[in-house]
């Protein structure tokens, strides 16, 4: 194909569609050699990973009164955020969350397509902005590590791959302990490295093994994570329209493309073919044939075209973002019924996500009536049912409890009454009497109120049902 023919992703072949970018036609590994780019977005982009790495390296390690900011441990059902800590039966919570937190990603990429994986996700950020910068650093530019490669093993190559590899490894390592920290909590994980390695045998092996898997990931697999495996870019072709805003070529102004030559009059485009948008993507595709699905959305070839442009004196944002009916019919963005839907649904995810967090209560309560007992008669006048109460106290204080009935006469037997303390971040039972009046019960079962107060304080008032004879 001439350079004429190829003008727009429309007149380009599809053949670049039969395999991945990394991929080549007999199904080897194209090793994607990205050159390091420049310009406003990959700074922006620099700035905002720092704040990412440095948020991840230093949340473990905060504590708000003796308590981890963020916790997430699993092994025991038991989570800590900004120092609250939920349990299972919070659960719900979460699941809301996770939903809302789903559907704002699918609202986000309808409107915005992939850019969440080139400017956020950790796959992305840690590999371009802590893992290669040390290959450039080590190996040099893109050139220069081709041919590193493909030459033979002297020492130069034998010390600059194996230092490149050794910090590999030592990353690794810190960041699958800083996951640790994240489930166990910085004060375990201290205690763990501290104490004797035949103590934790289990725990160094998972350690290990998560090391090993980001040091593959990050020295080896790469874009194919974005490519191939990652579930998120898969979805992208159902979530996107020719509303969505993706980093686009604009063929109607780069087409048709050719090398600029002095002193001679050329009937080009504004594209000069010099490739450096298609040496600076991290998955080493060609962003002129139209979009595709391997394109995270980094932003690097922006950068790469825009200071082209500015060299030729050209107007910038020859590839920027935008949407197909922005470059093909010249609309603007608007919002259509899919975004207005999805936001809807985020608006209500997230008033009943807020609310359901703001009226979580510190101690939770559930009482039931203990089956197989029936009722006993007390005295000449009053029955009896035995209960038993659960309670989780998810404070961090001990706090002392006691239970009235309400709403009807009779009174609260506790059996073990000197143990009226539910235990901090606990789970406590309670067994106990309930007795009442004959002339109160009406039916074979009452319906009961049982006021849970603790320091004077009404907690909550749980209900149960009193089995009573047949009348
Ligand atoms: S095409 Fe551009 S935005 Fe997409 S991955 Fe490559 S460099 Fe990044
Ligand atoms: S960087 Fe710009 S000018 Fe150069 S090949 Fe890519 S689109 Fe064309």
């Known amino acids: 194909m001439s350079m004429k023919e190829t003008i727009g992703p429309d007149k380009v072949g599809d053949s670049f569609r039969d395999r991945h970018s990394n991929t080549s036609a007999k199904g080897k590994r194209n090793w994607v050699y990205a050159l390091k780019p420049n310009g ?10 720092w704040f990412y790495f440095l948020l991840f390296f230093a949340l473990p390690l905060i504590k708000v009164n003796n308590m981890p900011l963020v916790m997430f441990n699993f ?42 994986c080139g400017w956020v996700c950790p796959q992305t950020v840690f590999l371009e902005f802590l893992f290669r ?28 791959k194996s230092l490149k590899h050794f910090i590999y490894f030592i990353i690794s390592f810190l960041i699958s302990h800083t996951f640790l920290s994240y489930i166990l909590g ?23 093994f998560f090391t090993g898997l980001f040091y593959l990931v990050f020295a080896f697999v790469r874009d194919i ?24 070529y604009d063929y109607s102004r780069g087409e048709p493309r050719g090398k600029m030559m002095k002193n001679k009059q050329q009937d080009f485009g504004d594209c000069i073919d010099c490739k450096l948008c298609v040496q600076v993507c991290p998955t080493g595709i060609d962003i002129r044939n139209g979009v595709q699905m391997e394109c995270v959305g980094c932003t690097a070839c922006i950068d790469a075209c825009n200071d082209v442009m500015e060299k030729i004196k050209r107007p910038l944002g020859l590839i920027r973002l935008a949407s197909e009916n922005e470059i093909a019919l010249k609309k603007k963005f608007r919002f259509n019924g899919k975004v207005k839907a999805y936001t809807g649904i985020l608006i209500v995810l997230t008033v009943l996500m807020i609310f359901l967090t703001i009226t979580r209560k510190s101690i939770d309560v559930s009482m039931y009536r203990v089956k197989g007992q029936l009722y006993q008669e007390i005295g000449t006048d009053s029955l009896g049912n035995l209960f038993e109460a659960k309670f989780i106290n998810k404070t961090r204080d001990n706090l002392p409890f006691e239970l009235k009935l309400e709403g009807i006469a009779g009174q609260i037997r506790m059996i073990n009454a000197h143990k009226m303390i539910l235990e901090a971040e606990s789970l406590s039972d309670a067994s106990f009497f309930v007795d009442i009046p004959r002339s109160e019960i009406k039916d074979r079962t009452t319906i009961i109120q049982v006021g849970v107060y603790s320091n004077g304080k009404k907690i909550q008032t749980v209900k149960a049902k009193f089995l009573g004879p047949f009348i």
């Open 75 to 116: 092994t025991e059902g038991k989570f800590i955020l900004f120092s609250k800590i939920f349990w299972p039966n919070d659960f719900f919570i979460f699941a809301v969350g996770m939903v809302a937190l789903i559907i704002f990603i699918a609202l986000f990429t309808v409107i915005y397509g992939r850019v969440f």
């Open 186 to 208: 910085i004060d375990e994980v201290i205690k763990i490295i501290r104490e004797p390695l035949a103590d934790h045998l289990p725990m160094f092996f998972g350690l290990l």
């Open 40 to 49: 406003k977005l990959y700074n922006y982009r620099k700035y905002l990973s």
């Open 133 to 160: 910068p040390i290959e450039w650093a080590i190996e040099g530019s893109p050139a220069k590590q081709k041919k590193l490669n493909n030459g033979p093993w002297t020492t130069d190559k034998i010390l600059k």
């Open 225 to 248: 994570v974005c490519t191939t495996i990652c579930p998120y870019g898969r979805l992208q072709g159902v979530l996107f329209d020719k509303d969505t805003m993706q980093v686009s």
